[in-house]
């Protein structure tokens, strides 16, 4: 069983920085990502990594600003976020899955496992 539990988070003003991780645990997935939901929004894709062919997608919204990253030794998962706005405030969720049919990574009903989430709040 694939289990994701996630840290970091909180509230930043706008033009501040996070760090989200994501600690990885049980049979090796080749897909990872980074999704998020606001308040009554549908939950959208941020940034998503294709290990095996090391390859990497980003919302338009967040392209330039934010970075999604692995440490294989740690095996865990990170989304560093610079340049926060306050429409990136939402319940954020890191997401792995083994098997991916799409071209693009960020559709979020293609990926099986799903991290707790955690709140990213940011303040005008």
């Known amino acids: 069983q694939v289990e994701l539990v996630q840290s970091g988070g909180g509230s930043v003003q706008a033009g501040g920085s996070l760090r989200l991780s994501c600690a990885l645990s049980?049979?090796?997935?080749?897909?990872l990502g980074w999704f998020r939901q606001a308040p009554g929004k549908e939950r959208a894709g941020v940034a998503a990594?294709?290990?095996?062919?090391?390859?990497?997608d980003y919302a338009t919204s967040v392209k330039g600003r934010f970075t999604i990253s692995q440490d294989n030794a740690k095996n865990t998962l990170y989304l560093q976020m610079t340049s926060l706005k306050p429409d990136d405030t939402a319940m954020y969720y890191c997401?792995?899955?083994?098997?991916?049919?799409?071209?693009?990574?960020?559709?979020?009903?293609?990926?099986?496992?799903w991290g707790q989430g955690t709140q990213v709040t940011v303040s005008s």
């Open positions: 997401a792995a899955t083994r098997y991916y049919p799409y071209p693009r990574l960020l559709i979020p009903n293609a990926w099986s496992y």
């Open positions: 049980g049979p090796r997935t080749d897909y």
């Open positions: 990594i294709d290990i095996a062919d090391n390859y990497i």
